[in-house]
């Protein structure tokens, strides 16, 4: 179920409630860098599943090889007994990496990510006050980049397409915890700031010409909001008897622009600015019960909201197999509400863990069929593509049994 993270109320481990602090002067610093350069797979040779047996190259499924570089480094630093920041950089990069599928099927003469890039920096500072209103504070700022780039051709008379989009993520929350008569409380909010730049471009093989496209596989310069508060309770009713209850603002909203001449669905489909927003109030409750000093029993409630995101509203472009993915710029949000129960053994020897769910899901947000420009399939270099959107399908439920059994041949 994390298709409904946006919505969970419960963005914290009750184990980091009035944590640990570091002791003045202490530092910790960390540093790393990874090369990689991966050869062709190869297959089993003795496989019976006739589907892997008829691989068109033998064994070794080429091309499958790719090469790139991974690196981070980290920074903890206590200055003063219970005042904390961490500094954090990652960074991965990954070249030529093809999409070996495309190549087994025929579909392509070449189909490859050159690049994909990852990057992220963020910063926490984490402050234990133990007086007055808040007891403990930790705030983060991040800044994350992922960028990636195909090159597509699907013969060698065709033309080459070449596509890249860059997503820039600009991120801060804040969390405050409490201990009041009794109450643990947790509070705070965070925000998140998307940008999207994205083009495509055609290269004619023989001459080397270069024609680019009215827009990428998604808006340039699109952008995606995503801002909420949140609260969370846990008290202890009776002796064995622990109840905890939580709730979660979200305000969503997309911006981008429909450049004149994408038409799409008929015509019908907006030109101009886009501007489109969700909101969302999401709450979960849950009782514990220790019914012995193994054994603890619970239940909750929760409930789920998924707000459109600029690839459900806005992709345009070839998705997996043989799809052409188009917008639906009148998408609904998703709901849902779930049920659990279950059981926790921690003995000497055994531990164990079991669960039974059941959730029921409001406007799914899933592909389905549908016409673009009047036509339910797109002809792309002679290949026939299938013309398929996000929909709100209907409604769904998920359930199920979960069991879990450890046996410790030694605790550490």
């Given at each position: 179920?994390d298709?409904f993270?946006?919505?969970?109320?419960?963005?914290?481990?009750?184990?980091s409630?009035?944590?640990p602090?570091?002791?003045?002067g202490?530092s910790?610093r960390?540093?790393?860098?990874?090369?990689k350069?991966?050869?062709?797979?190869?297959?089993g040779?003795a496989?019976?599943?006739?589907s892997?047996?008829t691989?068109?190259?033998?064994t070794e499924?080429?091309?499958?090889?790719?090469?790139g570089?991974?690196g981070?480094a980290k920074?903890?630093?206590?200055?003063?007994?219970?005042?904390?920041?961490?500094?954090?950089?990652?960074?991965s990069?990954q070249?030529e990496?093809p999409?070996?599928?495309?190549?087994?099927?025929?579909?392509?003469?070449r189909w490859?990510?050159?690049?994909?890039?990852?990057?992220?920096?963020?910063?926490?500072?984490v402050?234990?006050?133990?007086e007055?209103?808040?007891d403990?504070?930790?705030?983060?700022?991040s800044?994350q980049?992922?960028?990636?780039?195909?090159e597509?051709?699907?013969?060698?008379?065709?033309l080459?397409?070449?596509?890249?989009d860059?997503?820039?993520?600009?991120?801060?929350?804040?969390?405050?915890?409490?201990?009041?008569?009794?109450?643990?409380?947790?509070f705070?909010?965070?925000?998140?700031f998307d940008?999207v730049?994205?083009?495509r471009?055609?290269?004619?093989p023989?001459?080397?010409?270069?024609?680019d496209?009215?827009?990428?596989?998604?808006p340039?310069d699109?952008r995606?909001e995503?801002?909420?508060?949140?609260?969370?309770?846990?008290y202890?009713?009776?002796?064995?008897?622990?109840?905890?209850?939580?709730?979660?603002?979200?305000?969503?909203?997309a911006?981008?622009?429909?450049?004149?001449?994408?038409?799409?669905?008929?015509g019908e489909?907006?030109?101009?600015?886009?501007?489109?927003s969700f909101?969302?109030?999401?709450s979960?409750?849950?009782l514990?019960?220790e019914a012995?000093?193994h054994?603890?029993l619970?239940?909750?409630l929760?409930?789920?909201?998924?707000?459109?995101?600029l690839s459900?509203?806005?992709?345009l472009?070839?998705?997996?197999?043989t799809?052409?993915?188009?917008?639906?710029?009148?998408l609904?949000?998703?709901?849902?509400?779930s049920?659990?129960?279950?059981?926790?053994?921690?003995g000497r020897?055994?531990?164990?863990?079991?669960?039974?769910?059941?959730a029921?899901?409001?406007?799914?947000?899933a592909t389905?069929?549908?016409t673009w420009?009047?036509?339910?399939?797109?002809e792309?270099?002679?290949?026939?593509?299938?013309i398929?959107?996000?929909?709100?399908?209907?409604?769904?439920?998920l359930?199920?049994i979960?069991?879990?059994?450890?046996?410790l041949?030694?605790?550490?």
């Amino acid at each position: 179920m994390d298709r409904f993270s946006a919505g969970t109320p419960l963005p914290i481990a009750k184990k980091s409630f009035m944590g640990p602090s570091n002791p003045a002067g202490r530092s910790w610093r960390g540093a790393g860098l990874s090369i990689k350069d991966f050869g062709h797979l190869k297959r089993g040779a003795a496989s019976r599943d006739r589907s892997i047996e008829t691989t068109t190259n033998g064994t070794e499924q080429r091309p499958t090889a790719f090469y790139g570089h991974d690196g981070d480094a980290k920074l903890l630093y206590a200055w003063k007994p219970g005042r904390t920041i961490t500094l954090a950089w990652q960074r991965s990069r990954q070249f030529e990496v093809p999409r070996y599928d495309k190549y087994e099927s025929g579909r392509a003469v070449r189909w490859i990510f050159d690049p994909q890039e990852r990057d992220l920096a963020y910063g926490t500072f984490v402050h234990v006050i133990k007086e007055g209103w808040i007891d403990r504070f930790r705030g983060t700022l991040s800044w994350q980049r992922q960028a990636e780039a195909r090159e597509i051709q699907s013969d060698s008379l065709t033309l080459i397409t070449r596509e890249k989009d860059a997503t820039i993520t600009r991120g801060a929350s804040l969390q405050g915890e409490k201990l009041l008569s009794g109450h643990e409380l947790t509070f705070g909010g965070d925000a998140y700031f998307d940008r999207v730049d994205s083009d495509r471009f055609f290269i004619e093989p023989v001459t080397g010409s270069r024609t680019d496209d009215i827009r990428g596989r998604f808006p340039d310069d699109a952008r995606y909001e995503n801002l909420g508060i949140f609260l969370r309770d846990e008290y202890r009713l009776l002796e064995r008897w622990t109840a905890s209850a939580g709730t979660r603002a979200g305000r969503f909203e997309a911006e981008f622009r429909v450049p004149e001449g994408e038409g799409g669905n008929g015509g019908e489909e907006s030109i101009g600015d886009v501007e489109q927003s969700f909101h969302a109030l999401s709450s979960s409750a849950s009782l514990t019960f220790e019914a012995g000093d193994h054994l603890m029993l619970s239940a909750g409630l929760s409930q789920g909201f998924r707000a459109p995101n600029l690839s459900d509203l806005a992709k345009l472009g070839e998705s997996k197999g043989t799809t052409f993915e188009v917008p639906n710029h009148g998408l609904r949000p998703e709901k849902l509400i779930s049920y659990d129960l279950g059981a926790r053994y921690a003995g000497r020897k055994i531990e164990g863990n079991a669960a039974i769910y059941y959730a029921a899901i409001r406007d799914l947000i899933a592909t389905g069929d549908t016409t673009w420009n009047g036509s339910p399939t797109i002809e792309i270099n002679g290949d026939l593509k299938q013309i398929r959107t996000k929909k709100n399908l209907g409604d769904g439920f998920l359930r199920g049994i979960e069991v879990e059994l450890r046996y410790l041949l030694a605790r550490s």
